[in-house]
């Protein structure tokens, strides 16, 4: 389906009339006039475009239910998202945007998943209480790990060393895995849900936060706690480290994203930015955030059907964009274009461009 043509115009929530017959459609739609930098930017002849996606915004369906999580793969060409449906879509960024692969063998919903760095392989977690490796170019299932008692809610792939993930369960647990290795190799036991992990950036300490608000640094030679971050008031929801590794977001039910210092020598007090503007709601979905790849600004979901991003040094909303008719579950940056991708309640995809000189 091409993009588009000059003069064509759709508001950013309708839907086109035009269907794939296969599952996956897409409809290329536009802004309305960009006001005061919040908005995306519009189709009109002689607007700059900022980015190689065929319209200024993609609407990418398919999916049978909520979206919950998407990522792009290390070299920005796909996405993977994860829904209630139980599926695993697979998509192009450029082109039509099609949906190329479903990946299926959960028996559950797809909470969240990960690309590992080299993007050879997705990392899936589902409250069928198992984490799932696959292969990316074949969509075959290679590694089923399956020890956890509870839902899974969370994942994570180490950036680089020894192919290394971990996961966070509602069975108070994080576990830790080797791709090469059958079986969980350490498990960090903790009294309440872990709802979010990550690792740090040398893939020598693990991040855990779940329903007792505290973010927790776990050292993995000595299998305990090195250090706690307090200062959410809420369930943690989401955690990603910085791009450079020495900053830690998290987002929490309490409607704050935080920044603390990871570095070795920083300051006791270490939470050293809060972002606020965005919703949490009743729903209590563990709605996710992320970095931009420069490190400059960060977005998050909403259950105010809005995809809010700040900037990180003045902390300002730079965008609040609508589109969503449910929960946007995650928002998330393309990691060499300034493209922002977001999934919600509405079982629809967004991609939208930015522009990059807006602070």
Same mark, same amino acid.
């Given at each position: 389906?091409?993009?588009?043509?000059?003069? /064509?115009?759709?508001?950013?929530?309708?839907?086109?009339?035009?269907?794939?017959?296969?599952?996956? !459609? $897409?409809?290329?739609? @536009?802004?309305?006039?960009?006001?005061?930098?919040?908005?995306?930017?519009? +189709? =009109? /002849?002689?607007?700059?475009?900022?980015?190689?996606?065929?319209?200024?915004?993609?609407?990418?369906?398919?999916?049978?239910?909520?979206?919950?999580?998407?990522?792009?793969?290390?070299?920005?060409?796909?996405?993977?998202?994860?829904?209630?449906?139980?599926?695993?879509?697979?998509?192009n960024v450029q082109g039509d945007c099609d949906n190329y692969m479903v990946l299926k063998?959960?028996?559950?919903?797809? $909470?969240?998943?990960?690309?590992?760095?080299?993007?050879?392989?997705?990392?899936?977690?589902?409250?069928?209480?198992?984490?799932?490796?696959?292969?990316? =170019?074949?969509?075959?299932?290679?590694?089923?790990?399956?020890?956890?008692?509870?839902?899974?809610?969370?994942?994570?792939?180490?950036?680089?060393?020894?192919?290394?993930?971990? !996961?966070?369960?509602?069975?108070?647990?994080?576990?830790?895995?080797?791709?090469?290795?059958?079986?969980?190799?350490?498990?960090?036991?903790?009294?309440?849900?872990?709802?979010? =992990?990550?690792?740090?950036?040398?893939?020598?300490?693990?991040?855990?936060?779940?329903?007792?608000?505290?973010?927790?640094?776990?050292?993995?030679?000595?299998?305990?706690?090195?250090?706690?971050?307090?200062?959410?008031? /809420?369930?943690?929801?989401?955690?990603?480290?910085?791009?450079? #590794? !020495?900053?830690?977001?998290?987002?929490?039910?309490?409607?704050? $994203?935080?920044?603390?210092?990871?570095?070795?020598?920083?300051?006791?007090? @270490?939470?050293?930015?809060?972002? +606020?503007?965005?919703q949490h709601n009743f729903e209590k979905n563990l709605l996710r955030c992320n970095w931009?790849?420069?490190?400059?600004?960060?977005?998050?979901?909403?259950?105010?059907?809005?995809?809010?991003?700040?900037?990180?040094?003045?902390?300002?909303?730079?965008?609040?964009?609508?589109?969503?008719? #449910?929960?946007?579950? /995650?928002?998330?940056?393309?990691?060499?274009?300034?493209?922002?991708?977001?999934?919600?309640s509405d079982k629809q995809i967004y991609l939208g461009e930015i522009d990059p000189t807006?602070?």
């Open positions: 389906m091409a993009a588009k043509r000059e003069g /064509e115009v759709d508001d950013l929530a309708l839907v086109s009339k035009r269907q794939r017959t296969d599952g996956g !459609s $897409l409809v290329p739609v @536009r802004s309305p006039a960009s006001q005061a930098g919040n908005q995306l930017s519009t +189709t =009109v /002849e002689g607007i700059k475009r900022t980015s190689s996606l065929d319209a200024p915004i993609m609407l990418l369906t398919g999916h049978g239910g909520a979206v919950y999580t998407m990522k792009f793969n290390p070299q920005g060409t796909a996405i993977a998202s994860g829904s209630h449906d139980k599926d695993i879509f697979l998509w063998g959960h028996r559950n919903a797809v $909470l969240d998943l990960c690309w590992t760095s080299d993007g050879q392989h997705i990392i899936s977690a589902s409250p069928d209480k198992t984490v799932r490796a696959w292969d990316a =170019v074949t969509g075959k299932q290679i590694k089923k790990m399956a020890e956890h008692s509870l839902y899974v809610n969370s994942c994570s792939a180490a950036r680089r060393g020894p192919p290394l993930i971990v !996961s966070g369960s509602d069975d108070g647990t994080a576990k830790l895995w080797d791709m090469r290795h059958r079986g969980c190799i350490q498990t960090f036991p903790d009294k309440y849900q872990v709802t979010a =992990v990550a690792f740090s950036d040398g893939a020598d300490k693990i991040f855990s936060g779940g329903i007792d608000n505290d973010i927790k640094v776990w050292d993995l030679r000595k299998n305990e706690v090195a250090m706690k971050l307090q200062g959410h008031t /809420e369930t943690i929801t989401s955690m990603q480290l910085s791009p450079d #590794g !020495s900053y830690l977001l998290t987002n929490s039910m309490d409607c704050t $994203l935080r920044i603390w210092d990871m570095r070795p020598y920083a300051p006791q007090n @270490r939470c050293v930015k809060i972002f +606020t503007g965005h931009s790849p420069d490190g400059q600004k960060v977005t998050s979901g909403s259950a105010d059907r809005m995809v809010y991003v700040w900037d990180t040094t003045s902390r300002r909303i730079l965008y609040k964009l609508p589109g969503h008719s #449910g929960s946007v579950n /995650e928002a998330v940056f393309h990691p060499k274009e300034p493209i922002i991708g977001s999934c919600g807006v602070r």
